[in-house]
C-alpha cells in the first residue's frame, strides 16, 4: 500500500487528496508543518506528498513552490482542484457557558480576542475578520487544524480557529460561524511529488507539464523568444511566474505551466528550441490535472 503524506489530520490537504484518490488503496500520514511533509516523501517515509501551491483569493503559496525550486528534487505527479470553504470554531456551548464567556448568542464569537490559523488562511477571510473581530489577534500555526487542536488544549472559549468543519468533530468544538471565506469561489490547488507515476483510474485528468526556466544572460529578448516557442506551436500557458534564483540580485527562474504532454512531439520541441537560445530548462513534471464536480463535493472544510 503507498503511502501518502499530507498536513494534517483533518486539514483540507488531507480531505482534498481522500476526496480524490480514496481511502481503501492509500496509507495516509499526517503531518503538523509543510516541511516535515516534504521531509517525508524525500526521505522515503512517504511515497508521495501532497503540497497546496495555489489559492484563488490569495494566490502562489510561494514559499512551498521555493522548497520546490530550491530544496527538493521530486518531480510532480499530480494536481487537482479543491474547494475551500472556511470556518470559525471555538469551544463547545456549554464549555462557554461554565466559563462565563457564552455572550451573544446571535454572534456566539463576539468575545474572542485570539483566532489561531495557518498563514494561508487570514487573507481568504479578511472581510469577516475585519468585520466581526477587528480587535482580535491573528496567531499563525502549522495548519488549519493544528489551530482547531490548539483551542481544545488551551480550553480558553475566548480563543478560536480558522479551521475546516473535519475538526469540530474530531476535538470536540463548535461551529462558531460558517462559510467566513470571502468569496464562494475559493478554490486551492494541491499538487502531489513523488518518484513514481500515479494516476487516477476513475476520472479522467487533462495533461499538464510544468517547467522551470533560466534566461540566458547574454540573450537580448529572451523571454519574448521562450513564449514565442509555445506560442507558434500554439501550445497554452496555463501559469508563469518569476522567482529569485538566489544566486544574484536580479536573476530569475520562470516557473511555467503548460497544456499537454511530453508524450507529445509538440512540447519537447518547444523545451529544445529553448535550450538551443541558451536557457536552462529543468522539467518539474508532466502529469494529469484533475478538478472536481461541485455536486459531489460536501467540503467538510
Not at 501518502?4 to 483540507?12: N, R, S, V
Not at 480576542?113 to 487573507?123: D, Q
Amino acid at each position: 500500500m503507498k503511502r501518502i503524506a499530507t498536513l494534517g489530520p483533518a486539514t483540507f490537504s488531507e480531505e482534498s487528496v481522500q476526496y480524490y484518490f480514496g481511502t481503501e488503496q492509500y496509507e495516509y500520514l499526517p503531518f503538523k508543518g509543510i516541511d516535515e511533509v516534504f521531509g517525508a516523501t524525500v526521505n522515503g517515509t512517504a511515497d508521495y506528498g501532497v503540497i497546496p501551491i495555489e489559492n484563488t483569493l490569495e494566490g502562489s503559496v510561494r514559499n512551498h513552490l521555493d522548497t520546490i525550486v530550491h530544496e527538493v528534487d521530486l518531480p510532480i505527479q499530480a494536481e487537482w482542484l479543491y474547494p475551500i470553504r472556511m470556518n470559525l470554531l471555538g469551544l463547545t456551548a456549554s464549555s462557554a457557558e461554565e466559563s462565563g464567556a457564552g455572550g451573544d448568542p446571535d454572534r456566539p464569537y463576539a468575545g474572542i480576542r485570539k483566532v489561531l490559523t495557518h498563514h494561508a488562511a487570514p487573507a481568504q477571510c479578511s472581510v469577516f475578520l475585519k468585520t466581526h473581530l477587528p480587535h482580535a489577534q491573528v496567531d499563525i500555526v502549522s495548519s488549519t487544524a493544528e489551530g482547531a487542536r490548539l483551542v481544545r488544549e488551551y480550553g480558553d472559549p475566548s480563543i478560536a480557529a480558522i479551521s475546516p468543519l473535519a475538526p469540530a468533530k474530531l476535538y470536540g468544538l463548535n461551529v462558531l460561524a460558517p462559510d467566513i471565506q470571502d468569496h464562494d469561489a475559493n478554490v486551492t490547488r494541491f499538487i502531489m511529488i513523488g518518484r513514481e507515476p500515479i494516476a487516477l483510474t476513475n476520472r479522467e485528468g487533462l495533461p499538464k507539464t510544468t517547467i522551470l526556466v533560466q534566461l540566458a544572460e547574454d540573450f537580448p529578448g529572451a523571454l519574448h523568444q521562450v513564449l514565442a516557442a509555445f506560442a507558434w506551436r500554439r501550445i497554452n500557458l496555463t501559469r508563469i511566474e518569476s522567482r529569485p534564483t538566489r544566486k544574484k540580485l536580479g536573476s530569475y527562474y520562470f516557473y511555467i505551466e503548460v497544456e499537454g504532454s511530453l508524450d507529445s512531439v509538440l512540447i519537447p520541441a518547444a523545451l529544445e528550441e529553448i535550450r538551443a537560445i541558451g536557457c536552462q530548462v529543468r522539467l518539474l513534471g508532466s502529469y494529469s490535472s484533475y478538478t472536481f464536480e461541485a455536486s459531489t463535493v460536501r467540503s467538510k472544510a
